[in-house]
């Protein structure tokens, strides 16, 4: 009798501790069989015809590449003449239509005049017509150009999708469908016909793979200087065979940002090495070479790209190359839409990679930082731990004023843009997906869970 009590005692113990699990949990190389098979799977776009400038390269540029910038601040309670509000306005739209690339793509001639009436209208109808008025009113008519790089005052018309995690309960995928960790199966939630599009592959607090329903929800009117803390809209109601109901609740999206010291930052005494980068600056690469070159080929690597905000295509080429021997190839193409050339095109090739590659992302990695992800997912055994991306990377921008309100404007005035592949893979204010779902600020502690847990 006391040795069945005794057995009862440590399988109680065991189900109270991490190290005893009911939640089946695969191997890493049966983890990484599963995420490769996804990354190849995803084809390198082809097609960018419905971008392209019409008539194609016909357009005529009025304004210079070269944007003069005053010493003077823009005072939103500055009081400007209609004319020199109409002069601002005038020279917005004739950029807008020499030099950007998805002129056409948001409804051409058509959408841009009606916006600039309705623009013209209200700074008509204001008593007194400052330059909060003038800005206000682009930013409210001009919201069908949903490109995030795009901005007057830091004030972008593109809607951003925030990531609402549920984890009150995990949940365990199975052959047929979802259910609990004590048994229960899910039958349906109210509102979601595709269980799948819901629960996402996740960690628990212990590290261990489980799925957690996942939500990503719209909001309007966002500032390029930083997100805040958001409250998700709506609850989900589960359905259990047999009856039973359960109400969840989000939790709180929060933002990440670390505001580290120099832009490379090298945790080689970490417990497993960790390489911070800030932005592809080219700043502090050498060192990248030198602490690769010493790294042992099966020592796994943890990249954060977590308050990683952007750079430039050259640094990040660069960087892929001291990280791994070589550059590697996009799903994207980057071509002119006033020209119609593709002014990229690389083989659709997975490339082969025996070390483990953890790369943490999160709502602020954005511009580079998205294409640096892209790459990656050419890349064997990575895991792309945390939230879905900025959603900024249909374009670039470079940042001018305008004359008279001396309003900043970000834009792409180049003509180029990033055509990425058709269906789920990205969608700008959206962003790139992870493999799995934890809150920015916790992916490190859980993947480094992950790696002990699975290795």
């Given at each position: 009798m006391k040795h069945k009590i005794k057995i009862l005692m440590i399988a109680l113990m065991c189900m109270l501790t991490s190290g005893c699990s009911t939640v089946p949990q695969p191997t890493m190389?049966?983890?990484?069989?599963?995420?490769?098979?996804?990354?190849?799977?995803?084809?390198?776009?082809?097609?960018?015809?419905?971008?392209?400038?019409?008539?194609?390269?016909?357009?005529?540029?009025?304004?210079?590449?070269?944007f003069p910038f005053s010493d003077e601040e823009f005072d939103p309670q500055k009081v400007l003449t209609l004319e020199q509000a109409t002069e601002d306005v005038d020279y917005l739209f004739t950029v807008f239509h020499d030099t950007y690339p998805l002129y056409d793509y948001f409804g051409g001639e058509e959408a841009f005049t009606a916006a600039r009436e309705k623009?013209?209208?209200?700074?008509?109808?204001?008593?007194?017509?400052?330059?909060?008025?003038?800005?206000?009113?682009?930013?409210?008519?001009?919201?069908?150009?949903?490109?995030?790089?795009?901005?007057?005052?830091?004030?972008?018309?593109?809607?951003?999708?925030?990531?609402?995690?549920?984890?009150?309960?995990?949940?365990?995928?199975?052959?047929?469908?979802?259910?609990?960790?004590?048994?229960?199966?899910?039958?349906?939630?109210?509102?979601?016909?595709?269980?799948?599009?819901l629960f996402r592959r996740s960690l628990d607090k212990n590290g261990r793979i489980v799925y957690y329903p996942v939500i990503l929800e719209e909001f309007k009117n966002l500032s390029m200087g930083g997100m805040s803390t958001r409250?998700?809209?709506?609850?989900?109601?589960?359905?259990?065979?047999?009856?039973?109901?359960?109400?969840?609740?989000?939790?709180?999206?929060?933002?990440y940002w670390?505001?580290?010291?120099?832009?490379?930052?090298?945790?080689?005494?970490?417990?497993?090495?960790?390489?911070?980068m800030k932005n592809f600056t080219g700043q502090g690469e050498r060192n990248v070479r030198e602490f690769m070159n010493d790294l042992s080929d099966t020592t796994p690597l943890i990249l954060d790209m977590r308050s990683n905000s952007g750079g430039y295509n050259d640094a990040r080429s660069s960087f892929l190359n001291h990280l791994f021997?070589?550059?590697l190839p996009c799903n994207f193409l980057k071509v002119n839409t006033i020209t119609g050339e593709q002014l990229s095109k690389e083989a659709d090739e997975f490339v082969e990679n025996d070390r483990l590659v953890i790369l943490l992302v999160g709502k602020m990695s954005a511009s580079q930082a998205e294409l640096f992800t892209d790459a990656l997912h050419n890349l064997e055994n990575v895991l792309i731990i945390g939230e879905n991306t900025a959603g900024c990377a249909m374009t670039g921008m470079i940042d001018f004023q305008l004359p008279n309100s001396l309003a900043k404007v970000a834009l792409n005035t180049m003509g180029s843009m990033h055509v990425f592949p058709q269906g789920d893979y990205f969608e700008e204010g959206r962003g790139l997906l992870p493999d799995i779902w934890v809150p920015a600020g916790e992916a490190e502690e859980l993947a480094v869970k992950l790696i002990e847990n699975l290795k």
């Amino acid at each position: 009798m006391k040795h069945k009590i005794k057995i009862l005692m440590i399988a109680l113990m065991c189900m109270l501790t991490s190290g005893c699990s009911t939640v089946p949990q695969p191997t890493m190389e049966e983890l990484l069989a599963e995420v490769n098979a996804e990354h190849a799977a995803v084809e390198q776009a082809d097609d960018f015809s419905q971008y392209l400038r019409k008539p194609l390269g016909e357009t005529t540029f009025k304004i210079t590449q070269t944007f003069p910038f005053s010493d003077e601040e823009f005072d939103p309670q500055k009081v400007l003449t209609l004319e020199q509000a109409t002069e601002d306005v005038d020279y917005l739209f004739t950029v807008f239509h020499d030099t950007y690339p998805l002129y056409d793509y948001f409804g051409g001639e058509e959408a841009f005049t009606a916006a600039r009436e309705k623009i013209l209208a209200d700074c008509a109808a204001a008593q007194p017509l400052t330059g909060e008025v003038l800005v206000e009113s682009m930013i409210a008519h001009l919201n069908f150009v949903e490109d995030r790089h795009f901005s007057i005052n830091k004030q972008t018309t593109q809607p951003s999708d925030y990531p609402f995690l549920f984890r009150e309960i995990a949940f365990v995928k199975t052959e047929n469908g979802y259910r609990t960790e004590d048994g229960r199966n899910v039958e349906r939630v109210d509102g979601w016909d595709n269980l799948d599009e819901l629960f996402r592959r996740s960690l628990d607090k212990n590290g261990r793979i489980v799925y957690y329903p996942v939500i990503l929800e719209e909001f309007k009117n966002l500032s390029m200087g930083g997100m805040s803390t958001r409250i998700c809209s709506q609850q989900l109601t589960v359905h259990y065979q047999g009856g039973e109901s359960q109400i969840l609740t989000a939790e709180p999206f929060k933002p990440y940002w670390e505001n580290q010291e120099g832009n490379i930052v090298i945790e080689k005494d970490a417990q497993f090495p960790v390489i911070r980068m800030k932005n592809f600056t080219g700043q502090g690469e050498r060192n990248v070479r030198e602490f690769m070159n010493d790294l042992s080929d099966t020592t796994p690597l943890i990249l954060d790209m977590r308050s990683n905000s952007g750079g430039y295509n050259d640094a990040r080429s660069s960087f892929l190359n001291h990280l791994f021997g070589r550059d590697l190839p996009c799903n994207f193409l980057k071509v002119n839409t006033i020209t119609g050339e593709q002014l990229s095109k690389e083989a659709d090739e997975f490339v082969e990679n025996d070390r483990l590659v953890i790369l943490l992302v999160g709502k602020m990695s954005a511009s580079q930082a998205e294409l640096f992800t892209d790459a990656l997912h050419n890349l064997e055994n990575v895991l792309i731990i945390g939230e879905n991306t900025a959603g900024c990377a249909m374009t670039g921008m470079i940042d001018f004023q305008l004359p008279n309100s001396l309003a900043k404007v970000a834009l792409n005035t180049m003509g180029s843009m990033h055509v990425f592949p058709q269906g789920d893979y990205f969608e700008e204010g959206r962003g790139l997906l992870p493999d799995i779902w934890v809150p920015a600020g916790e992916a490190e502690e859980l993947a480094v869970k992950l790696i002990e847990n699975l290795k």
